[in-house]
């Protein structure tokens, strides 16, 4: 059974398998779809405003809104220092990143918009995770099984890596997957 939320027919505006997952485990009847957008950003915008900008922009760029429906778009970041890491390249640069992120502490963020023919809901949420020391070795093992390419700082933390070298995060869990599933919940609810 899944749950329908007043008379909105819900749609997410993104093809990521793992917020398809976490949308569906909260029982939410919805359809998903990819939305093309430009996802740059302002250079003097703060990093941590970035996830929820890319969210409305996302979101803008589906232009066919029908009056029952709600969309949600969400971006995640991975934030270390001052620095965005996006979605590596290659094994060199997901590498390069396991590395930066080894023991030490960052914010990972996810911007969420809902928006009907109405309304607009605009919010972030933020998870502090703190890595472990991880050994070259470890960290090739798990570039080479878990291929985390599609993955922004080179992890999901739902994966082999996030069991083993997670110490710790301070926050939503489902937000470092994608989705910050109860201030969502809440969101919708309020919509």
């Given at each position: 059974?899944?749950?329908?939320?007043?008379?909105?027919?819900?749609?997410?505006?993104?093809?990521?398998?793992?917020?398809?997952?976490?949308?569906?485990?909260?029982?939410?009847?919805?359809?998903?779809?990819?939305?093309?957008?430009?996802?740059?950003?302002?250079?003097?915008?703060?990093?941590?405003?970035?996830?929820?900008?890319?969210?409305?922009?996302?979101?803008?760029?589906?232009?066919?809104?029908?009056?029952?429906?709600?969309?949600?778009?969400?971006?995640?970041?991975?934030?270390?220092?001052?620095q965005i890491l996006?979605?590596?390249?290659?094994?060199?640069?997901?590498?390069?990143?396991?590395?930066?992120?080894?023991?030490?502490?960052?914010?990972?963020?996810?911007?969420?918009?809902?928006?009907?023919?109405?309304?607009?809901?605009?919010?972030?949420?933020?998870t502090a995770v703190?890595?472990?020391?991880?050994?070259?070795?470890?960290?090739?093992?798990?570039?080479?099984?878990?291929?985390?390419?599609?993955?922004?700082?080179?992890?999901?933390?739902?994966?082999?890596?996030?069991?083993?070298?997670?110490?710790?995060?301070?926050?939503?869990?489902?937000?470092?997957?994608?989705?910050?599933?109860?201030?969502?919940?809440?969101?919708?609810?309020?919509?």
């Amino acid at each position: 059974m899944t749950l329908r939320l007043f008379d909105y027919y819900i749609l997410l505006g993104s093809q990521s398998p793992r917020r398809r997952q976490l949308l569906s485990e909260m029982d939410i009847e919805f359809t998903s779809f990819s939305i093309d957008a430009d996802e740059s950003f302002p250079d003097n915008m703060p990093v941590s405003e970035v996830a929820e900008f890319l969210a409305v922009v996302k979101s803008e760029a589906h232009k066919e809104l029908r009056t029952n429906e709600l969309l949600i778009t969400a971006d995640t970041t991975v934030v270390k220092g001052n620095q965005i890491l996006n979605k590596p390249e290659d094994n060199a640069e997901a590498f390069s990143m396991l590395k930066e992120l080894s023991d030490s502490i960052h914010i990972v963020n996810t911007g969420v918009c809902l928006r009907s023919v109405i309304k607009t809901v605009r919010f972030h949420v933020e998870t502090a995770v703190h890595f472990d020391v991880m050994s070259d070795e470890n960290i090739r093992y798990y570039i080479d099984t878990y291929k985390p390419f599609d993955k922004a700082g080179s992890y999901g933390i739902q994966e082999w890596i996030g069991k083993i070298g997670i110490k710790r995060i301070d926050g939503c869990f489902y937000n470092v997957m994608g989705l910050p599933c109860h201030r969502l919940y809440q969101e919708l609810c309020m919509f």
